[in-house]
T-cell receptor, first 115, second 114 residues
Framework: AQKITQTQPGMFVQEKEAVTLDCTYD???????LFWYKQPSSGEMIFLIY??????QNATEGRYSLNFQKARKSANLVISASQLGDSAMYFC????????????FGQGTELSVKP | DSGVTQTPKHLITATGQRVTLRCSPR?????VYWYQQSLDQGLQFLIQ???????AKGNILERFSAQQFPDLHSELNLSSLELGDSALYFC?????????????FGPGTRLTVL
């Protein structure tokens, strides 16, 4: 069965520092994708970054990068130079070819950025 | 703005009632997904439609039903509501409805059952 695990319910980071949010996944499907979403207190889901299982390089989008370690089945999100506006819930999610487009989400990590 | 619209934004109702949540996908997207976010269950996939046809079903209760209309908008119907149905309901859309389509989420409908 497909599963996403986020083991950090809450994290604190100092403004301007980098932070890593952990995500491990489980699937037997060789073709899958991993997504990270941000959910601020206002509630909307904001897409941040995507990594495909066959991608050779780690994905990057501005201050966001994904540390993809396929053998360890981990897809950690790295946020560089944290800003106060980064305070939010962060969700890791997965889709697989055999499961179609539906997303399976982890429990989320609440990130708080301190000034 | 993701381009996905959901109405209403907030809904307060009583146990036993029936409500309808509405979603309009991004222009050009053929697939619509419904997700439920609650404190105890987290974010769960409910159901997916592609071009009017049901494509995948998740943890959707029998009291819940959905459909996608010819103009591609979708409705999620929740009936015989219980306190535990209180949650944030998201609609998302994608172009083709398969992996690894990016899904664009609407702002959600917050349902409160009293």
């Amino acid at each position: 069965a497909q599963k996403i695990t986020q083991t950090q319910p809450g994290m604190f980071v100092q403004e301007k520092e980098a932070v890593t949010l952990d995500c491990t996944y489980d699937t037997s499907d060789p073709s899958y994708g991993l997504f990270w979403y941000k959910q601020p207190s206002s509630g909307e889901m904001i897409f941040l970054i995507y990594q495909g299982s066959y991608d050779q390089q780690n994905a990057t989008e501005g201050r966001y990068s994904l540390n993809f370690q396929k053998a360890r089945k981990s897809a950690n999100l790295v946020i560089s130079a944290s800003q106060l506006g980064d305070s939010a819930m962060y969700f890791c999610a997965m889709s697989t070819t055999h499961q179609g487009g539906k997303l399976i989400f982890g429990q989320g990590t609440e990130l708080s950025v301190k000034p | 703005d993701s381009g996905v619209t959901q109405t209403p934004k907030h809904l307060i109702t009583a146990t036993g009632q029936r409500v309808t949540l509405r979603c309009s996908p991004r222009s050009g997207d053929l697939s619509v997904y419904w997700y439920q976010q609650s404190l105890d269950q987290g974010l769960q996939f409910l159901i997916q439609y592609y071009n009017g046809e049901e494509r995948a079903k998740g943890n959707i209760l029998e009291r819940f039903s959905a459909q996608q209309f010819p103009d591609l908008h979708s409705e999620l119907n929740l009936s015989s509501l219980e306190l535990g149905d209180s949650a944030l309901y998201f609609c998302a859309s994608s172009a083709y409805g398969g992996h690894p389509d990016e899904q664009f989420f609407g702002p959600g409908t917050r349902l409160t059952v009293l």
